[in-house]
């Protein structure tokens, strides 16, 4: 997608990413929307600072970042995606899609304090109100953890 769009510009700011997501502090895990490209991928940041509050017990004196909220950053970025693919088709009224699997997760390295994460997010599909996305998070160019991500699409009542 180019920088314009009919429904967002990049970057995507974390006070577009609330209107997108439903997720507040302190469980929104993602800042900006980089690149999307509908319906295939996706790339998003975290800013990881001391001032989170799960440092204050993970790990007292050693900081680092627990590896399911890592997940839980790189299923809002996959949110992200579907949320801003169907934007791009015209849809507002998107359904909320909620983690219903991981599969594969994998974790090579610690984020701490001071780390920008980059979420790379793809959609491998989506079939009948289920995603599958392959999702790897890194630092400066290093892969620090990856999974496999299953969501489903709130059932209407």
């Known amino acids: 997608m180019s920088e314009k769009s009919d429904f967002m510009t990049l970057p995507i700011t ?11 502090y302190p469980f929104l895990l993602v800042d900006r929307v980089v690149e999307i490209v509908p319906d295939v991928s996706v790339v998003a940041l975290k800013n990881v600072t001391i001032n989170e509050p799960f440092f204050q017990g993970h790990f007292p004196g ?50 701490i304090p001071g780390d920008q994460l980059r979420f790379e997010v793809s959609q491998k ?25 299953m969501c489903a699409a709130r059932a209407h009542k």
């Open 14 to 24: 974390v006070e577009q990413i609330q209107e997108l997501l439903p997720h507040r």
């Open 62 to 111: 050693h900081p680092v970042m627990p590896g399911v909220l890592i997940v839980e950053a790189m299923a809002q970025a996959a949110g992200l995606l579907t949320q801003l693919s169907r934007r791009a088709k015209g849809d507002k009224g998107s359904p909320l899609f909620y983690l219903v699997k991981v599969d594969n997760a994998r974790f090579s390295a610690p984020v």
């Open 125 to 149: 599909r989506l079939v009948r109100g289920m995603g599958l996305f392959v999702a790897r998070s890194l630092v400066d160019g290093k892969e620090v953890a990856s999974c496999e991500l």
